[in-house]
T-cell receptor, first 112, second 116 residues
Framework: DAKTTQPPSMDCAEGRAANLPCNHSTISGNEYVYWYRQIHSQGPQYIIHGLKNNETNEMASLIITEDRKSSTLILPHATLRDTAVYYCIVSPSSGNTGKLIFGQGTTLQVKP | DAGVIQSPRHEVTEMGQEVTLRCKPISGHDYLFWYRQTMMRGLELLIYFNNNVPIDDSGMPEDRFSAKMPNASFSTLKIQPSEPRDSAVYFC??????????????FGPGTRLLVL
């Protein structure tokens, strides 16, 4: 399985964009990039996923480089409630039906 | 929908006792996953089911752990006998292959287990 590398922690000012990087240099052609987050004392929550193209939903945007070796999750206007651990995961096309291998993630602290 | 439901939310037991964790997946979902989270090992998959059949149990730590899914709306994770190192948060998640449904796993709130 492809592995991901994320910085252990990041800070962001409330109201500013939070840009969370992820390296996945060994990603295979059929593997998607998934992002989940885990707010303290809660279960992980899906954010977004993509294969090649950039994706956007109501929560975030996902920017994937052309060579697919890295990606960036963007929270356009971070709030205090976005403080959480963010996990970048690569998974085969049926990521919802197979293993999700969680790494250590990035702890994002949004500050007032 | 109420989401994935887990019970109990907290469990404190003594070493050697049997512990049973319960999960009700989202209605219509045909995949169910059990994860365990500890500070040392992070979030790790224990076992998952498709249509009530165990597909991959390679993450189950040892014979003291067993999981069942007698029907589409209920699953249990049992630890017998429990040990202090089993103390962790246990999450259940469910998902669907239906292309009309977002491709994601939905996680429950977790069961916090403390074995004394």
């Amino acid at each position: 399985d492809a592995k991901t590398t994320q910085p252990p922690s990041m800070d962001c000012a409330e109201g500013r964009a939070a840009n969370l990087p992820c390296n996945h240099s060994t990603i295979s052609g059929n593997e998607y990039v998934y992002w989940y987050r885990q707010i303290h004392s809660q279960g992980p929550q899906y954010i977004i996923h993509g294969l090649k193209n950039n994706e956007t939903n109501e929560m975030a945007s996902l920017i994937i480089t052309e060579d697919r070796k890295s990606s960036t999750l963007i929270l356009p206007h971070a709030t205090l409630r976005d403080t959480a651990v963010y996990y970048c995961i690569v998974s085969p096309s049926s990521g919802n039906t197979g293993k999700l291998i969680f790494g250590q993630g990035t702890t994002l602290q949004v500050k007032p | 929908d109420a989401g994935v439901i887990q019970s109990p939310r907290h469990e404190v037991t003594e070493m050697g006792q049997e512990v049973t964790l319960r999960c009700k997946p989202i209605s219509g979902h045909d995949y169910l996953f059990w994860y365990r989270q500890t500070m040392m090992r992070g979030l790790e998959l224990l076992i998952y089911f498709n249509n009530n059949v165990p597909i991959d149990d390679s993450g189950m730590p040892e014979d003291r752990f067993s999981a069942k899914m007698p029907n589409a709306s209920f699953s249990t994770l049992k630890i017998q006998p429990s040990e202090p190192r089993d103390s962790a948060v246990y999450f259940c998640a469910s998902s669907s292959l239906d292309p009309a449904v977002q491709e994601t796993q939905y996680f429950g709130p977790g069961t916090r287990l403390l074995v004394l």
